[in-house]
């Protein structure tokens, strides 16, 4: 009987949209994400080439692997971020743009859907290792609970536990539903108010118990611990109007999907902002002022 072919180098390769969108539902970092492709990777080419014709999906093997990974970074004292400067914030991602067709910018291989939104990012970094990964390969990404079970280390049983755990969190977490059209005219609102100085504006445009959080890494200023209720937010927003550079512009954008705002100075991107919504009012503010997680913002720049 013939010995069947190793997967050849496109095939493998072909995987690596699904490995870095994964990877970054996982871990909330583009440059996390594409350090475990690239380390799952390296261990599928270690393997001697006898030991990958044995494998009957490639695909899944490589899936497990990267789970793995992200399950252990997400269990190490780096990425509980015990160092880390201020509040932690997911990665924003911008709309994938392609120049002339083509790029390599990993940012452009996650696809853009609501599992990406900043407020389920938010509410992942709140769960437990184990629950993030079973949640997010078997409600995004459709594994059994059995193949999920030899990610995490559980039983499939026990694997459902933590999915259903993470959704119940997820539940009691996230505001209501506001239609994706009225998201983008009370951001276009906000924008406007908030360029106005128009403190009475931008009241009536959060909800009372709204929070706004930033994230510099101790990078550049910011505030370090959240703001919370409108009446605060809105002072502290028309303050930093006041202190605004004169070459400092405000554009609609979207931010992981979802309609948000980002702040250029000399067409560079310094801060991005995303907003998670309550019926017609903001609820949260998401502010990421550090530089390192802005990198994908310039280079995709919309013209």
Known sequence: MPTPA?????????????????????????????????????????????????????????????????????????????????????????????????TTDPADRVTLDESVDMALLVILESMTPAERVAFVLHDVFRYSFAEIAQIVGRTPAASRQLASSARRRIRAARPSTTPPAQRAIIVKDFRQAWEAKDIKALLGLLDPNATATADSGGLVTSFLHPIEGREQIARAWIELTRRKPDNMTFRERTVNGQPGLVAEQDGIAVTVFAFAFTDDRIKHIWVVRNPEKLRHWTTDQVT
Not at 45 to 66: D, H
Not at 89 to 102: D, Q, V
């Open 6 to 102: 190793a997967p050849g180098t496109s095939a493998i390769l072909s995987e690596r949209r699904q490995l870095v969108n994964l990877a970054y539902r996982l871990l909330g970092s583009l440059a996390e994400a594409e350090d475990v492709v690239q380390e799952t990777y390296a261990r599928w080419y270690a393997q001697p080439r006898e030991q990958q014709e044995t494998i009957e999906n490639p695909g899944a093997w490589l899936t497990t692997v990267a789970g793995r990974v992200c399950l252990n970074l997400l269990n190490s004292a780096r990425v509980r971020r015990e160092t880390y400067v201020g509040d932690w914030l997911p990665e924003p991602l911008p709309e994938p743009c392609r120049p002339h067709g083509s």
